[in-house]
């Protein structure tokens, strides 16, 4: 066979051969498309994904650097071709062309004092033109900022959504300072517990103390150092988690103070499954359940009486239970100090703790109560082992949560 036909031969399988492999690269990339779902499905999910990567910021509020953050998404969730985001003191954040921020500065005054939306054609940059829509950010309390989105031309479209997600964005960071506020509102819970620990607490074991500084010193340097360890854990300043184990190494403390005060009148009975030592739990949770069972159980109990002390594992969750066989509570009025009626008085620490509770597991997760006068009092919680409501949350050996 002549070299020429040989050559196209073999040119023609080669052919063949590209033609097959660019087929089976096409059929790939268009069942690959399929998988990812529809063009509408594609489009819902970038918006979503966009939006999402643009509110962690906002959530932060809309200072210079959250903005900048924020910008780049939110530029390509409206597809302009500039962006800026103005605070209320008038600082901008640019995303696309820097060129664009003396005009972005004059639309956004303009928009926030009129206080509605407005479109902006032919404006003069440099040596080219383009249009512009300002839409204020309104939040509950009045004007947060602007949005200022760039293009050529600015199409109705565009109007529309720049105007949604400056509500959005209003909405987002409302949520972040209303994060803000139930964090602050957390930090008062913590302080209010801790006032409370301080002057009834503190004042009988100093005395319980001083009592056995002469007939017992051992026993009064040991008393120190517990009162020492308890008054350090419950008064650190940093941490609003902790674990089972720490709080219950607190407890001990706490009670080996009080047993110095009631004698053989306070027996104690712990069960604990060491499965549940490490499930993270807020600060300060456990100990006023076993504080409310000495000062509103026993203490007024002639003979004075059992705490008994249980953690289970309860499968995914961490079963707590704090149980007395004290004087007991009137069920209506432990009702009236959890709905809030009573601010202050006897049980407020057993608000307190239902209350964070609440706030960090859901409201399927506050205290629950079985009391009555007379019958003592059992309290139960219930946590989840994962730990708190957030994403990835763990706790550090100090009882802070880590990303």
């Not at 960071?173 to 302080?191: H, K, Q, T, W, Y």
């Not at 100990?287 to 069972?293: F, I, S």
Request: with cysteine.
């Amino acid at each position: 066979m002549p070299e020429s036909m040989l050559l196209a031969a073999a040119v023609g399988a080669v052919g063949g051969a590209l033609a097959v492999g660019l087929v089976l690269f096409l059929r790939r990339i268009v069942l690959a498309s399929k998988e990812l779902g529809t063009d509408a499905e594609q489009a819902t999910y970038q918006t979503l994904h966009l939006a999402s990567r643009a509110a962690k910021h906002l959530r932060g509020g809309i200072d210079e650097l959250n903005a900048i953050r924020a910008g780049k998404h939110l530029r390509a969730l409206l597809g302009c071709e500039s962006l800026a985001i103005i605070d209320r003191t008038g600082t901008i954040a640019i995303d696309g062309d820097d060129a664009v921020r003396p005009v972005a500065e004059r639309l956004a005054a303009a928009g926030l004092a009129g206080g509605r939306q407005q479109v902006q054609r032919r404006i003069p940059i440099g040596s080219w033109e383009t249009d512009a829509v300002v839409a204020p950010i309104i939040g509950s309390t009045g004007p947060l900022g602007a949005i200022v989105a760039f293009a050529s031309p600015v199409r109705a479209g565009l109007v529309r959504a720049t105007g949604e997600v400056a509500d959005w964005v209003a909405a987002q960071v409302e949520l972040g300072e209303l994060d803000a506020s139930r964090a602050a509102l957390a930090e008062a819970e913590v302080r209010a517990l801790r006032a409370q620990i301080s002057p009834h607490f503190i004042y009988n074991s100093l005395n319980a103390i001083a009592s056995f500084i002469n007939t017992d010193p051992a026993q009064a340097r040991e008393l120190v150092l517990e009162f020492a360890d308890f008054t350090r854990y419950s008064f650190r300043r940093h941490g609003d988690f902790t674990t089972v184990a720490e709080e219950l190494r607190s407890i001990d403390s706490y009670l080996r103070l009080e047993r110095a005060r009631f004698g053989e009148r306070l027996k104690v009975t712990l069960q604990i499954a060491p499965e549940v030592l490490s499930t993270v739990v807020p600060f300060l949770s456990i100990q006023p359940l076993v504080e409310n069972a000495v000062r509103h159980g026993l203490e007024s109990k002639e003979g004075g009486g059992r705490i008994t002390i249980t953690a289970d594992d309860s499968g995914s969750f961490a079963e707590i239970t704090v149980e007395d066989d004290g004087v007991g509570i009137d069920p209506e009025a432990l009702a009236a100090v959890f709905a809030g009626a009573k601010a202050g008085g006897e049980h407020v620490g057993l608000r307190n703790v239902d209350a964070r509770l609440r706030q960090v597991y859901g409201d399927d997760h506050g205290l629950v109560v079985e009391t009555n006068i007379g019958a003592g009092t059992l309290v139960r919680m219930r946590v989840p082992k994962s730990g708190p409501r957030r994403p990835s949350a763990g706790a550090s050996p100090d009882g802070r949560l880590e990303p």
